[in-house]
C-alpha cells in the first residue's frame, strides 16, 4: 500500500525532522527535479541567518524522506521516451523511476533499485559532504534562473492574444487547451512542442518520422504526457501577457516546473501561492492538493499522539508502531489514505502487532539469496511480484527510533 506524495522546497523546509519521520513513513514521496535545484541552489545563495550555507542544504537534506521516497526522471526525458515510442507514460498517480534490474527469487520475477547517484549524493547533503559537482551546479543553475527575461514572451503573447486576454487562471489554462485542440493549428503545435522541450535535431527528426508514419495525429492523441508539458508552458506565456503571473519573478518558472510531475503523485503538498491556485486547475479527480501548513499541523498532532505510547512501545521502532496511520482519530493523513488508499482500514484491522513485526523483518533482511536476472530482459514494473529498493535508514530522526533493535543489528552484521 503506497500513497505518492510530491512536495515543494518550501514545505520541507518548514518541517522539524519529528514532522519528517512521519512523512516518510506515511507517504511515499517522490523527489523532483525543481525540489532538488532548488535546495542545491542554497549552497550559493547569500544567507541573512548564522548557519552557513551548508548547515542549511543539510538541515533539509536530513527532512527529505530516505525509507520511503524515489526519485522522477526528468521530465524532458520522459517526453523524448514517449515521443519516441519506447515508453508508454500512465498518468494515473504512480512515478517514473529507472536503473531497476531484472532479479528473481525461485520462481517469482521482481525488480531491484540500487541507489541511484542522485540518492547518494542527498546521503552526503545530509552529512556535510558537498562535490564540486554539487557547487558548480549550483551556481550554473542561478545562472539560469537569474537570466530569465519574460519580456520578449510578454509582449509576443501580448499581441497575439489581442483583445482575448484571460482574466483568471481557470480562462488562461482553456486558451493553452484550446489552441492546442485546434486542428488548424495541428501540424505547428507539434513542432513547437519539440523546440520547446529543446530535443536535438537528430532526435527531432526521428520523431517527426515516426509522427507522420501514424498520419500526423493531433499531439494529445500522440504523446498525452508531452501534450501536458505543453499546455503547462502555454498556460504561463498566456498568464504572463494577461499579467495574472509576474514577469519580473523568475522563481514564478521554477514553481511552474514542479507541475510537470503532478501526473506523478495523488497527492500533491506545497506552501507556494501559485501552486495553490493552479494545481487544483491541472490536477485530476482522484488527487489532492494539501497546503503545506495544513500538512504540518496534522504531522505535529500524530507525533503528539504516538509520544503517548509507552516507551517500551516506541522503542520498536516507527516501522513497527505506524504501518497505518491513526484509524480512531481524525488526521488528515488518514483521510488522505482514505482517498486513494482504499481498504486500508480493513486490512489494518486484520494485521496484529506480532504480524507487523514477522513483516518488517523480512522485508529488512538482508538480499543474499537474491539472484541477478538478465539486465538486458525488459521486465515492465506493474508485471512484476515485487520490486525492491535499496535504502539507507537512520536507526534514529529526531526523538524516533525508526528500525527495531534486532533489524539494526542484523543490518550492521551484514
Keep these: 500500500m503506497q500513497l505518492f506524495l510530491i512536495f515543494d522546497k518550501s514545505t520541507l ?76 507514460i500512465m498518468l494515473n498517480g504512480g512515478p517514473v523511476i529507472e536503473g531497476g534490474v531484472p532479479i528473481s527469487t525461485r520462481e517469482r520475477k521482481g525488480l531491484h533499485y540500487r541507489q541511484s547517484s542522485v540518492e547518494e549524493s542527498i546521503e552526503g547533503w545530509r552529512h556535510g559532504e558537498f562535490s564540486e559537482h554539487d557547487r558548480q551546479g549550483a551556481r550554473l543553475w542561478l545562472q539560469d534562473v537569474s537570466g530569465l527575461n519574460f519580456e520578449a514572451r510578454y509582449k509576443n503573447w501580448k499581441l497575439f492574444l489581442g483583445r482575448n486576454i484571460p482574466r483568471a487562471f481557470a480562462e488562461a489554462k482553456d486558451f493553452a487547451e484550446n489552441l492546442i485542440n485546434d486542428p488548424l493549428r495541428k501540424n505547428g503545435n507539434f513542432h513547437l512542442s519539440l523546440r520547446n522541450l529543446g530535443i536535438p535535431l537528430g532526435v527531432q527528426e526521428k520523431i517527426i518520422r515516426r509522427w507522420q508514419e501514424q498520419g500526423c495525429p493531433n499531439i494529445k492523441d500522440f504523446a498525452p504526457y508531452t501534450t501536458f508539458v505543453f499546455t503547462l508552458d502555454l498556460f504561463f506565456s498566456v498568464a504572463i501577457a494577461a499579467d495574472l503571473i509576474s514577469r519580473a519573478r523568475p522563481s514564478n518558472r521554477i514553481d511552474l516546473a514542479y507541475l510537470y510531475y503532478l501526473p506523478f503523485c495523488q497527492v500533491f503538498v506545497s506552501s507556494d501561492w501559485l501552486h495553490a491556485e493552479i494545481v487544483p486547475l491541472f490536477k485530476r479527480e482522484d488527487q489532492s492538493f494539501v497546503e503545506g501548513e495544513n500538512l504540518r499541523k496534522d504531522l505535529k498532532l500524530i507525533d503528539t499522539y504516538y509520544s503517548s505510547y509507552p516507551h517500551g512501545i516506541k522503542e520498536q521502532g516507527v516501522i513497527k508502531l505506524a504501518q497505518f496511520p491513526p484509524r480512531y482519530c481524525s488526521f488528515l493523513v488518514a483521510e488522505l489514505w482514505d482517498k486513494h488508499v482504499l481498504g486500508w482500514r480493513e486490512v489494518a484491522e486484520k494485521i496484529q502487532l506480532n504480524n507487523g513485526a514477522k513483516h518488517a523483518d523480512e522485508l529488512w533482511k538482508p538480499r543474499e539469496n537474491l539472484k541477478q536476472g538478465n539486465n538486458t530482459v525488459k521486465i515492465d514494473a506493474k508485471d512484476v511480484d515485487h520490486v525492491i529498493f535499496d535504502r539507507w535508514v537512520p536507526v534514529r530522526k529526531g526523538k524516533w527510533r525508526i528500525v527495531p533493535t534486532e533489524i539494526e543489528q542484523e543490518g550492521s552484521r551484514a
Design 13 to 88: 523546509q518548514s518541517f522539524d525532522p519529528n514532522d519528517a519521520v512521519w512523512l516518510d513513513n506515511f507517504f511515499r514521496a517522490v523527489i523532483t527535479s525543481p525540489f532538488l535545484l532548488e535546495t542545491m541552489a542554497d549552497l550559493e545563495k547569500e544567507n541573512k541567518s548564522s548557519r552557513s550555507p551548508e548547515e542549511v542544504v543539510g538541515s533539509i537534506a536530513r527532512k527529505i524522506p530516505g525509507m520511503n521516497s524515489c526519485i522522477n526522471v526528468l521530465h524532458p526525458k520522459i517526453c523524448v521516451a514517449e515521443l519516441l515510442g519506447f515508453e508508454k
